[in-house]
Protein backbone atom coordinates (compact mmCIF):
# COMPACT_ATOMS: atom_id res chain seq x y z
CA UNK A 1 0.00 0.00 0.00
CA UNK A 2 1.48 3.20 -0.87
CA UNK A 3 1.35 5.55 1.94
CA UNK A 4 1.38 8.96 -0.51
CA UNK A 5 -2.39 9.97 0.46
CA UNK A 6 -1.53 9.84 4.19
CA UNK A 7 1.81 11.91 3.83
CA UNK A 8 -0.18 15.12 4.63
CA UNK A 9 -2.96 13.80 6.97
CA UNK A 10 -3.25 12.31 10.43
CA UNK A 11 -6.24 10.82 12.27
CA UNK A 12 -6.91 13.61 15.03
CA UNK A 13 -7.68 11.26 17.63
CA UNK A 14 -4.80 9.02 17.56
CA UNK A 15 -4.96 4.95 18.48
CA UNK A 16 -4.75 5.37 22.19
CA UNK A 17 -6.45 2.59 24.17
CA UNK A 18 -9.03 5.38 25.92
CA UNK A 19 -9.68 6.65 22.45
CA UNK A 20 -10.81 2.93 20.98
CA UNK A 21 -12.35 1.45 24.23
CA UNK A 22 -14.77 4.61 23.47
CA UNK A 23 -15.61 3.39 20.50
CA UNK A 24 -15.84 0.05 21.05
CA UNK A 25 -18.94 0.80 22.92
CA UNK A 26 -20.68 1.72 19.83
CA UNK A 27 -23.29 -0.38 18.21
CA UNK A 28 -24.76 -1.04 15.01
CA UNK A 29 -28.12 -0.59 16.23
CA UNK A 30 -27.55 3.15 16.98
CA UNK A 31 -24.52 4.25 14.59
CA UNK A 32 -26.60 2.63 12.00
CA UNK A 33 -29.80 2.92 12.75
CA UNK A 34 -30.42 4.85 9.37
CA UNK A 35 -29.19 1.75 6.81
CA UNK A 36 -30.44 -1.11 9.32
CA UNK A 37 -33.93 -0.69 7.47
CA UNK A 38 -32.29 -1.20 4.13
CA UNK A 39 -30.34 -4.87 5.21
CA UNK A 40 -31.71 -8.16 5.19
CA UNK A 41 -29.43 -11.42 5.38
CA UNK A 42 -27.16 -12.26 2.50
CA UNK A 43 -25.87 -9.04 1.81
CA UNK A 44 -22.34 -8.09 1.31
CA UNK A 45 -21.10 -5.15 3.15
CA UNK A 46 -17.89 -3.50 3.97
CA UNK A 47 -17.46 -1.31 6.75
CA UNK A 48 -14.78 1.39 6.00
CA UNK A 49 -12.52 2.76 8.97
CA UNK A 50 -14.53 0.13 10.74
CA UNK A 51 -12.02 0.81 14.33
CA UNK A 52 -12.30 -1.71 16.94
CA UNK A 53 -15.22 -3.50 14.91
CA UNK A 54 -18.31 -3.09 17.24
CA UNK A 55 -20.40 -2.02 15.06
CA UNK A 56 -18.71 -3.96 12.32
CA UNK A 57 -20.10 -7.12 13.96
CA UNK A 58 -23.58 -6.40 14.90
CA UNK A 59 -23.86 -5.45 10.94
CA UNK A 60 -22.18 -9.06 10.20
CA UNK A 61 -24.82 -10.56 12.96
CA UNK A 62 -27.78 -8.95 10.71
CA UNK A 63 -26.34 -9.59 7.36
CA UNK A 64 -24.95 -13.41 7.45
CA UNK A 65 -24.17 -15.70 5.90
CA UNK A 66 -23.63 -12.40 3.79
CA UNK A 67 -20.17 -11.60 4.00
CA UNK A 68 -19.15 -8.38 6.38
CA UNK A 69 -15.37 -6.85 6.33
CA UNK A 70 -13.90 -4.10 7.99
CA UNK A 71 -11.56 -2.61 6.79
CA UNK A 72 -8.95 0.60 8.49
CA UNK A 73 -5.62 1.75 8.77
CA UNK A 74 -4.80 0.52 12.43
CA UNK A 75 -3.33 -3.16 12.53
CA UNK A 76 -3.43 -3.22 16.00
CA UNK A 77 -7.22 -2.02 16.40
CA UNK A 78 -7.96 -4.30 14.14
CA UNK A 79 -6.23 -7.76 15.99
CA UNK A 80 -8.62 -6.57 18.83
CA UNK A 81 -11.78 -6.70 16.60
CA UNK A 82 -10.13 -10.02 14.85
CA UNK A 83 -10.40 -11.21 18.61
CA UNK A 84 -13.45 -10.29 19.11
CA UNK A 85 -14.96 -11.68 15.94
CA UNK A 86 -13.03 -15.37 16.46
CA UNK A 87 -14.43 -15.35 19.85
CA UNK A 88 -18.03 -14.54 18.97
CA UNK A 89 -17.73 -17.33 16.46
CA UNK A 90 -18.62 -15.28 13.52
CA UNK A 91 -17.46 -16.62 10.57
CA UNK A 92 -18.87 -14.24 7.82
CA UNK A 93 -16.37 -11.31 9.43
CA UNK A 94 -13.38 -10.90 8.27
CA UNK A 95 -11.02 -7.65 8.71
CA UNK A 96 -8.20 -6.29 6.44
CA UNK A 97 -5.78 -3.73 6.80
CA UNK A 98 -5.57 -1.03 4.21
CA UNK A 99 -6.72 2.76 3.40
CA UNK A 100 -9.92 4.13 1.78
CA UNK A 101 -7.99 5.97 -0.62
CA UNK A 102 -6.89 2.19 -1.70
CA UNK A 103 -9.51 -0.48 -1.16
CA UNK A 104 -7.44 -3.99 -2.01
CA UNK A 105 -10.80 -5.01 -3.45
CA UNK A 106 -11.91 -4.89 -7.02
CA UNK A 107 -14.88 -2.83 -8.45
CA UNK A 108 -18.46 -3.60 -7.72
CA UNK A 109 -17.39 -6.19 -5.32
CA UNK A 110 -20.44 -5.21 -2.21
CA UNK A 111 -24.03 -4.38 -2.13
CA UNK A 112 -23.05 -1.64 0.71
CA UNK A 113 -20.43 0.24 1.70
CA UNK A 114 -20.59 2.05 5.65
CA UNK A 115 -18.38 4.22 6.83
CA UNK A 116 -18.95 5.90 10.50
CA UNK A 117 -17.15 8.92 11.94
CA UNK A 118 -14.27 8.45 9.35
CA UNK A 119 -14.94 10.69 6.29
CA UNK A 120 -14.58 13.94 8.65
CA UNK A 121 -11.13 12.74 9.48
CA UNK A 122 -9.51 12.75 5.81
CA UNK A 123 -8.07 15.52 3.90
CA UNK A 124 -9.70 14.07 0.67
CA UNK A 125 -13.21 13.18 1.26
CA UNK A 126 -14.55 13.19 -2.55
CA UNK A 127 -11.84 10.75 -3.51
CA UNK A 128 -12.61 8.75 -0.21
CA UNK A 129 -16.49 8.63 -1.64
CA UNK A 130 -15.28 7.74 -5.41
CA UNK A 131 -13.51 5.09 -4.27
CA UNK A 132 -16.33 3.62 -1.26
CA UNK A 133 -18.45 4.09 -4.82
CA UNK A 134 -15.82 2.30 -6.80
CA UNK A 135 -16.36 -1.18 -4.82
CA UNK A 136 -20.07 -1.21 -4.46
CA UNK A 137 -22.30 -2.78 -7.41
CA UNK A 138 -24.01 -0.38 -9.29
CA UNK A 139 -27.89 0.11 -7.49
CA UNK A 140 -25.87 -0.61 -4.76
CA UNK A 141 -26.24 1.27 -1.05
CA UNK A 142 -23.43 3.45 0.39
CA UNK A 143 -23.93 5.40 3.86
CA UNK A 144 -21.84 7.14 5.76
CA UNK A 145 -22.47 9.30 9.01
CA UNK A 146 -20.56 11.97 10.12
CA UNK A 147 -20.93 14.48 13.47
CA UNK A 148 -20.85 18.28 13.02
CA UNK A 149 -18.57 19.52 15.91
CA UNK A 150 -20.25 22.88 15.22
CA UNK A 151 -23.21 21.56 16.65
CA UNK A 152 -21.56 21.04 20.35
CA UNK A 153 -23.46 22.12 23.37
CA UNK A 154 -23.22 21.20 27.29
CA UNK A 155 -23.32 22.60 30.46
CA UNK A 156 -22.50 23.94 32.61
CA UNK A 157 -20.20 26.01 31.02
CA UNK A 158 -16.14 25.76 31.65
CA UNK A 159 -13.64 27.94 29.86
CA UNK A 160 -11.40 25.03 29.60
CA UNK A 161 -13.88 23.14 27.74
CA UNK A 162 -15.04 26.33 25.76
CA UNK A 163 -11.75 26.47 25.00
CA UNK A 164 -11.31 22.39 24.38
CA UNK A 165 -13.93 22.77 21.48
CA UNK A 166 -12.30 25.77 20.14
CA UNK A 167 -8.28 23.85 20.20
CA UNK A 168 -9.31 20.79 19.25
CA UNK A 169 -11.58 21.45 15.72
CA UNK A 170 -8.58 23.90 14.97
CA UNK A 171 -6.09 20.93 15.56
CA UNK A 172 -8.46 18.76 13.36
CA UNK A 173 -8.19 21.10 10.39
CA UNK A 174 -4.79 21.40 10.43
CA UNK A 175 -4.41 17.62 9.71
CA UNK A 176 -6.12 17.80 6.75
CA UNK A 177 -10.05 17.06 8.45
CA UNK A 178 -13.65 18.49 8.94
CA UNK A 179 -14.98 18.41 12.32
CA UNK A 180 -17.92 19.98 10.87
CA UNK A 181 -18.39 17.79 7.95
CA UNK A 182 -22.07 16.74 9.12
CA UNK A 183 -23.98 19.98 7.60
CA UNK A 184 -21.87 18.89 4.25
CA UNK A 185 -22.51 15.50 3.87
CA UNK A 186 -25.26 16.27 1.18
CA UNK A 187 -23.23 18.47 -0.62
CA UNK A 188 -20.37 15.74 -0.85
CA UNK A 189 -23.04 13.28 -2.22
CA UNK A 190 -23.89 15.72 -4.82
CA UNK A 191 -20.40 16.44 -5.65
CA UNK A 192 -20.15 12.90 -6.07
CA UNK A 193 -23.00 11.77 -8.15
CA UNK A 194 -24.11 9.29 -5.66
CA UNK A 195 -27.89 8.78 -6.48
CA UNK A 196 -31.04 9.09 -4.78
CA UNK A 197 -29.52 10.91 -1.54
CA UNK A 198 -31.33 10.84 1.60
CA UNK A 199 -29.80 13.30 4.77
CA UNK A 200 -31.20 12.29 8.33
CA UNK A 201 -29.51 14.08 11.35
CA UNK A 202 -29.61 12.41 14.87
CA UNK A 203 -28.37 13.20 18.71
CA UNK A 204 -25.84 12.23 21.06
CA UNK A 205 -27.13 13.26 24.52
CA UNK A 206 -25.62 12.36 27.54
CA UNK A 207 -27.52 13.56 30.54
CA UNK A 208 -27.48 10.49 33.33
CA UNK A 209 -24.38 10.61 35.69
CA UNK A 210 -23.22 7.20 33.95
CA UNK A 211 -23.38 8.96 30.56
CA UNK A 212 -21.44 11.94 31.42
CA UNK A 213 -19.06 10.08 33.71
CA UNK A 214 -18.09 8.12 30.63
CA UNK A 215 -17.76 11.10 28.22
CA UNK A 216 -16.04 13.10 30.45
CA UNK A 217 -13.56 10.50 32.21
CA UNK A 218 -13.20 9.45 28.36
CA UNK A 219 -12.51 12.80 26.82
CA UNK A 220 -10.08 13.48 29.69
CA UNK A 221 -8.28 10.35 28.99
CA UNK A 222 -8.20 10.89 25.52
CA UNK A 223 -6.89 14.72 25.86
CA UNK A 224 -3.61 13.45 28.52
CA UNK A 225 -2.58 10.71 25.45
CA UNK A 226 -2.99 10.76 21.69
CA UNK A 227 -5.62 13.62 21.46
CA UNK A 228 -3.86 15.87 23.09
CA UNK A 229 -1.01 16.08 20.75
CA UNK A 230 -2.19 17.50 18.01
CA UNK A 231 -3.11 20.69 19.67
CA UNK A 232 0.29 21.10 21.59
CA UNK A 233 2.74 20.12 17.81
CA UNK A 234 0.61 22.76 16.23
CA UNK A 235 1.37 25.12 18.85
CA UNK A 236 -2.37 25.83 19.93
CA UNK A 237 -2.20 24.44 23.09
CA UNK A 238 0.84 24.52 25.94
CA UNK A 239 0.71 21.02 27.64
CA UNK A 240 -0.34 22.74 30.57
CA UNK A 241 -3.50 24.02 28.89
CA UNK A 242 -4.31 20.20 28.08
CA UNK A 243 -4.31 19.09 31.50
CA UNK A 244 -6.53 22.22 32.56
CA UNK A 245 -8.74 21.07 29.71
CA UNK A 246 -8.62 17.03 30.94
CA UNK A 247 -9.44 18.32 34.78
CA UNK A 248 -12.37 20.43 33.45
CA UNK A 249 -13.91 17.31 31.96
CA UNK A 250 -13.26 15.24 34.69
CA UNK A 251 -15.32 17.91 36.86
CA UNK A 252 -17.89 18.03 34.44
CA UNK A 253 -18.32 14.40 34.76
CA UNK A 254 -19.28 14.49 38.18
CA UNK A 255 -21.55 17.52 37.71
CA UNK A 256 -25.31 16.69 38.64
CA UNK A 257 -26.25 18.87 36.03
CA UNK A 258 -24.28 17.97 33.50
CA UNK A 259 -25.38 17.48 30.06
CA UNK A 260 -23.69 17.23 26.49
CA UNK A 261 -25.43 16.75 22.92
CA UNK A 262 -24.17 17.08 19.29
CA UNK A 263 -25.90 16.53 15.81
CA UNK A 264 -24.87 13.76 13.72
CA UNK A 265 -25.63 13.78 9.84
CA UNK A 266 -26.26 10.52 8.29
CA UNK A 267 -25.85 10.25 4.57
CA UNK A 268 -27.71 7.64 2.57
CA UNK A 269 -27.68 6.72 -1.46
CA UNK A 270 -27.11 4.26 -4.45
CA UNK A 271 -24.67 3.97 -6.63
CA UNK A 272 -25.82 5.34 -10.04
CA UNK A 273 -26.19 2.17 -12.54
C1 LIG B 1 -13.41 7.79 14.77
S1 LIG B 1 -12.79 6.20 14.30
C2 LIG B 1 -14.29 5.38 13.86
C3 LIG B 1 -14.20 3.88 14.01
C4 LIG B 1 -15.54 3.16 13.75
N1 LIG B 1 -16.03 3.39 12.41
C5 LIG B 1 -16.54 3.62 14.78
O1 LIG B 1 -17.36 4.50 14.48
O2 LIG B 1 -16.45 3.14 15.94
C6 LIG B 1 -12.05 6.51 12.69
C7 LIG B 1 -11.32 5.29 12.15
O3 LIG B 1 -10.92 5.58 10.79
C8 LIG B 1 -9.64 5.00 10.58
N2 LIG B 1 -9.02 5.70 9.45
C9 LIG B 1 -8.51 6.94 9.42
N3 LIG B 1 -8.03 7.22 8.19
C10 LIG B 1 -8.27 6.13 7.42
C11 LIG B 1 -8.01 5.79 6.06
N4 LIG B 1 -7.41 6.65 5.25
N5 LIG B 1 -8.40 4.57 5.60
C12 LIG B 1 -9.00 3.68 6.44
N6 LIG B 1 -9.26 3.94 7.75
C13 LIG B 1 -8.90 5.15 8.23
C14 LIG B 1 -8.92 5.20 11.90
O4 LIG B 1 -7.83 4.31 12.03
C15 LIG B 1 -10.04 4.93 12.90
O5 LIG B 1 -10.10 3.59 13.30
Known amino acids: MSSEPLRHETYTHGHAPAVVRQHAQRTADEAAAFLLPELSPGLCLLDVGCGPGSITRGLAER ?5 VVGVDLSRETLEGARRDAAARGLRNLRYETGSVYELPFPDAS ?5 AHQVIQHLRERTNALRQMLRVVKPGGLVAVRDVDWGTAAYWPRDPWIDRFIEVHQQAWYRNGGEPQLGRQLRALFNEVG ?3 PRITASVWCYATPAETTAWGESYADRLLTSMGEAPVQHGLASRSDIEQMAAAFRTWAAHPDALWM ?3 VEALGRKPM
Open 63 to 67: LAPGE
Open 262 to 264: FIH
Open 110 to 114: FDVVF
Open 194 to 196: VAE
